[in-house]
């Protein structure tokens, strides 16, 4: 190795008074490549490496609508900083099918029930706001206090939540990745069998890939049976999370479709990242759900959800083909590039907590756990008017991330685990305080043509 140095340096010292101009050149360029090197390394490589000098929190501006993060230090009070900053009440949830909706459905219906908050309540007791179709204003029960939130199944419709939701609404939504969702999907509602694949295929995603235009077809045509609340010509393989977010694809047949051009599907993904403050991901559900509680200024009490699958949405493909994922690559683009965009966010996002951010995921791991065995319990015993004392009620202790605060039975039944059972609760109290304006309401015809109004 010595011996290799020193023949090198002898070499570069002949070369030097042999060439000195040459030599020059050649060091300067080779240190300019490396400066360029090691500074694109830097910035844009490692990003995430470049951890921020101190801890920040999600804060909202005067106006309760733009956002901007309230830097702290480590010395200063986590508990005061918790505390300084308002509850956020006002909030629009737009969700990809098979996106862990469910869970947070219980979520959001447990937050805004127990502070007697306006829900935009889909018609009768429907479950969707005319998804997969855009959204109306004649989608919701009328509501004379106004409304607070929108969690229920709707494509983000700009111009009509804009026109019926608070000024300083938030806006956030929760997707998953792509291929891990459509097989979710593919299973739930039941693709193979209304397309048509074979029952006795060993791998029916594989086998819908390959003849992709036929159970395309035969799936989306009129004629298909136990197709659900999926209208015909809606594609459920394709582009659905962009879809859900309002990006024109092309349905309903007749209006815009970006799909064929990335410059207007990117343009579309920036467009929503300025409308949206925070886009969660299911493959990072609890970091998710802490930069959602520091979004929203709410306690871990509000992010407490129930499901006793969470665990397993890691991204299993071993039996797939790679060419089928390819396929699905090509075929839903849109979806691809959308995940990609807003996992970078979500991570900028964490960067930009500093690393007491995981000391708080981990610490709401913990909490999360007891209320779920808590809860389990519960609802292993039923619903009761009165329950044992020792399961009466589970108390959280204080840290510098919560207050002290207890989880009854109630707060079980009203997250899970059926939590659409909340969500009609709703609609019969919103028709008992609203039956005035409802009447009034339901003697304006319903003009929404049959091919722009969902069934579900
Ligand atoms: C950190 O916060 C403390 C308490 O507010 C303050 O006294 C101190 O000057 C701050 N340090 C820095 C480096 O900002
Ligand atoms: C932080 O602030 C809270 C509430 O203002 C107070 O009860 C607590 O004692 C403070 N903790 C420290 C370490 O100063
Ligand atoms: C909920 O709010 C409405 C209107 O703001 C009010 O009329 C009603 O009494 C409240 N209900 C409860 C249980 O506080
Ligand atoms: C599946 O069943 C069809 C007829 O029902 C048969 O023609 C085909 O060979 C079977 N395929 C496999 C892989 O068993
Ligand atoms: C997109 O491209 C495909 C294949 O080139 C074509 O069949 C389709 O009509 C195009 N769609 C639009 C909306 O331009
Ligand atoms: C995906 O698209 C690329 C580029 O358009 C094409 O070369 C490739 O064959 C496609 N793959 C599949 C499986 O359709
Ligand atoms: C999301 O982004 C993180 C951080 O950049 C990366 O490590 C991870 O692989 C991405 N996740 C997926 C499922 O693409
Ligand atoms: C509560 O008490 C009952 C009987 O007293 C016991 O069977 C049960 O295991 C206890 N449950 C818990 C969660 O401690
Ligand atoms: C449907 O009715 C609303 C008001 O009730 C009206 O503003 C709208 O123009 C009507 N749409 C059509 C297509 O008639």
Same mark, same amino acid.
């Given at each position: 190795?010595?011996?290799?140095?020193?023949?090198?340096?002898?070499?570069?010292?002949?070369?030097?008074?042999?060439?000195?101009?040459?030599?020059?050149?050649?060091?300067?360029?080779?240190?300019?490549?490396?400066?360029?090197?090691?500074?694109?390394?830097?910035?844009?490589? /490692?990003?995430?490496?470049?951890?921020?000098?101190?801890?920040?929190?999600?804060?909202? @501006?005067? +106006?309760?609508?733009?956002?901007?993060?309230?830097?702290?230090?480590?010395?200063?009070?986590?508990?005061?900083?918790?505390?300084?900053?308002?509850?956020?009440?006002?909030?629009?949830?737009?969700?990809?099918?098979?996106?862990?909706?469910?869970?947070?459905?219980?979520?959001?219906?447990?937050?805004? /029930?127990?502070?007697?908050?306006?829900?935009?309540?889909?018609?009768?007791?429907?479950?969707?706001?005319?998804?997969?179709?855009?959204?109306?204003?004649?989608?919701?029960?009328?509501?004379?206090?106004?409304?607070?939130?929108?969690?229920?199944?709707?494509?983000?419709?700009?111009?009509?939540?804009?026109? %019926?939701?608070?000024? @300083?609404?938030?806006?956030?939504?929760?997707?998953?990745?792509?291929?891990?969702?459509?097989?979710?999907?593919?299973? /739930?509602?039941?693709?193979?069998? %209304?397309?048509?694949?074979?029952?006795?295929?060993?791998?029916?995603?594989?086998?819908?890939?390959?003849?992709?235009?036929?159970?395309?077809?035969?799936?989306?045509?009129?004629?298909?049976?136990?197709?659900?609340?999926?209208?015909?010509?809606?594609?459920?393989?394709?582009?659905?999370?962009?879809?859900?977010?309002?990006?024109?694809?092309?349905?309903?047949?007749?209006?815009?479709?970006?799909?064929?051009?990335?410059?207007? =599907?990117?343009?579309? =993904?920036?467009?929503?990242?300025?409308?949206?403050?925070?886009?969660?991901?299911?493959?990072?559900?609890?970091?998710?759900?802490?930069?959602?509680?520091?979004?929203?200024?709410?306690?871990?009490?509000?992010?407490?959800?129930?499901?006793?699958?969470?665990?397993?949405?890691?991204?299993?493909?071993?039996?797939?083909?790679?060419?089928?994922?390819?396929?699905?690559?090509?075929?839903?683009?849109?979806?691809?590039?959308?995940?990609?965009?807003?996992?970078?966010?979500?991570?900028?996002?964490?960067?930009?907590?500093?690393?007491?951010?995981?000391?708080?995921?981990?610490?709401?791991?913990?909490?999360?756990?007891?209320?779920?065995?808590?809860?389990?319990?519960?609802?292993?015993?039923?619903?009761?008017?009165?329950?044992?004392? +020792?399961?009466?009620?589970?108390?959280?202790?204080?840290?510098?991330?919560?207050?002290?605060?207890?989880?009854?039975?109630?707060?079980?039944?009203?997250?899970?685990?059926?939590? /659409?059972?909340?969500?009609?609760?709703?609609?019969?109290?919103?028709?008992?305080?609203?039956?005035?304006?409802?009447?009034?309401? +339901?003697?304006?015809?319903?003009?929404?043509?049959?091919?722009?109004?969902?069934?579900?």
């Amino acid at each position: 190795m010595a011996k290799l140095v020193s023949q090198l340096y002898s070499w570069c010292v002949r070369f030097a008074k042999k060439k000195p101009n040459a030599f020059f050149t050649v060091v300067v360029t080779a240190l300019f490549v490396y400066l360029v090197f090691t500074g694109y390394m830097l910035c844009c490589k /490692y990003p995430l490496l470049e951890l921020p000098r101190v801890p920040s929190s999600y804060v909202l @501006d005067f +106006n309760g609508q733009t956002l901007y993060e309230l830097d702290f230090n480590e010395s200063q009070n986590l508990t005061q900083v918790r505390k300084s900053c308002k509850e956020q009440i006002n909030f629009v949830f737009i969700k990809g099918m098979k996106c862990a909706t469910s869970t947070l459905l219980g979520v959001f219906y447990r937050f805004g /029930y127990t502070r007697n908050l306006s829900f935009v309540s889909p018609l009768n007791d429907k479950m969707y706001l005319n998804w997969p179709f855009p959204m109306t204003r004649r989608s919701f029960r009328p509501s004379g206090r106004g409304y607070n939130i929108l969690t229920d199944h709707a494509v983000y419709t700009e111009s009509v939540m804009e026109a %019926i939701m608070p000024k @300083d609404t938030l806006y956030i939504s929760i997707i998953r990745e792509p291929f891990a969702q459509l097989k979710s999907v593919f299973q /739930y509602f039941k693709v193979a069998k %209304i397309s048509g694949v074979p029952a006795n295929v060993s791998s029916p995603v594989d086998e819908y890939f390959a003849h992709l235009e036929r159970y395309e077809k035969a799936y989306t045509d009129h004629g298909a049976k136990y197709r659900w609340c999926v209208p015909d010509g809606f594609s459920m393989t394709r582009n659905l999370l962009s879809h859900c977010h309002g990006m024109p694809l092309g349905f309903p047949p007749g209006s815009e479709d970006v799909s064929n051009s990335t410059a207007a =599907i990117d343009r579309y =993904i920036e467009h929503l990242d300025r409308k949206f403050s925070l886009v969660m991901i299911v493959e990072y559900f609890y970091e998710s759900l802490v930069l959602l509680r520091r979004l929203m200024c709410w306690g871990f009490k509000d992010i407490l959800f129930i499901n006793a699958n969470i665990a397993k949405y890691d991204f299993q493909t071993n039996k797939i083909k790679p060419e089928t994922m390819e396929a699905h690559r090509n075929w839903s683009n849109a979806d691809y590039r959308f995940y990609r965009y807003f996992n970078k966010t979500l991570w900028g996002h964490i960067s930009r907590q500093g690393p007491r951010f995981f000391e708080e995921v981990k610490e709401f791991k913990i909490v999360e756990s007891l209320v779920q065995d808590y809860c389990q319990t519960i609802y292993a015993i039923g619903k009761r008017s009165v329950y044992p004392s +020792n399961v009466s009620e589970t108390v959280i202790p204080q840290s510098v991330w919560t207050d002290q605060f207890t989880v009854t039975p109630n707060d079980c039944w009203m997250l899970g685990p059926n939590p /659409y059972e909340l969500l009609h609760q709703v609609q019969r109290e919103h028709d008992v305080r609203e039956a005035a304006l409802l009447a009034e309401w +339901n003697k304006i015809p319903d003009n929404r043509t049959e091919n722009m109004k969902s069934t579900c």
